[in-house]
T-cell receptor, first 112, second 111 residues
Framework: DADVTQTPRNRITKTGKRIMLECSQT?????MYWYRQDPGLGLRLIYYSFDVKDINKGEISDGYSVSRQAQAKFSLSLESAIPNQTALYFC???????????FGDGTRLSIL | DQQVKQNSPSLSVQEGRISILNCDYTNSMFDYFLWYKKYPAEGPTFLISISSIKDKNEDGRFTVFLNKSAKHLSLHIVPSQPGDSAVYFCAASEGGGKLIFGQGTELSVKP
């Protein structure tokens, strides 16, 4: 079983819809992250959380929100999806500073 | 403004030869650097890292070099194998757990 699990793996939806992407981990890590990957831009940080009561904006948080329901669960929401949010979304976890982040296999999101 | 740049979108190398992937950064506060490898339909996987107090770190066929004065990072793969074909991302951190990624370089190793 994967240590970092993202659901769904693929999603196609329409402009204006609310969407939730979910991430769960079995690594016991405190820190969780959401990134999006766009062609030619690499991975960009959307939000991150260092523990259940800690939520921080990343470099591209506009249009997104997150919820840290438990140490093992971190969900990303698009309240009203727009086409330029079409991208590959990754969740990652880490133990503490300067330890490599571990990634899930991603969610491919298409907004029509 | 992109703080971490990989200026080569792609690289093609013959099996058995050396692959050199490059990465430049602008933020002198970065103190930890990593390389990730990504196969299609999978998430990035950690490959190798280096702290700013070192200039070289080696792990099997993979070596990362850091030139702080030039703000340049490189990954050497020797010898290259077809299974190394993937997209490689460099990433940097100035502490606090946040990573800044480059755009990625797609490596193709031909038999």
């Amino acid at each position: 079983d994967a240590d970092v699990t993202q659901t769904p793996r693929n999603r196609i939806t329409k402009t204006g819809k609310r969407i939730m992407l979910e991430c769960s981990q079995t690594k016991g890590h405190d820190r969780m992250y959401w990134y999006r990957q766009d062609p030619g831009l690499g991975l960009r940080l959307i939000y991150y959380s260092f523990d259940v009561k800690d939520i921080n904006k990343g470099e591209i948080s506009d249009g997104y929100s997150v919820s840290r329901q438990a140490q093992a669960k971190f969900s990303l929401s698009l309240e009203s999806a727009i086409p330029n949010q079409t991208a590959l979304y990754f969740c990652a976890t880490s133990d503490f500073t300067d330890q490599p982040q571990h990634f899930g296999d991603g969610t491919r999101l298409s907004i029509l | 403004d992109q703080q971490v740049k990989q200026n080569s979108p792609s690289l093609s190398v013959q099996e058995g030869r050396i692959s050199i992937l490059n990465c430049d950064y602008t933020n002198s506060m970065f103190d930890y650097f990593l390389w990730y490898k990504k196969y299609p339909a999978e998430g990035p996987t950690f490959l190798i890292s280096i702290s700013s107090i070192k200039d070289k770190n080696e792990d099997g066929r993979f070596t990362v070099f850091l030139n702080k004065s030039a703000k340049h990072l490189s990954l050497h793969i020797v010898p290259s194998q077809p299974g190394d074909s993937a997209v490689y991302f460099c990433a940097a951190s100035e502490g606090g757990g946040k990573l800044i990624f480059g755009q990625g370089t797609e490596l193709s190793v031909k038999p």
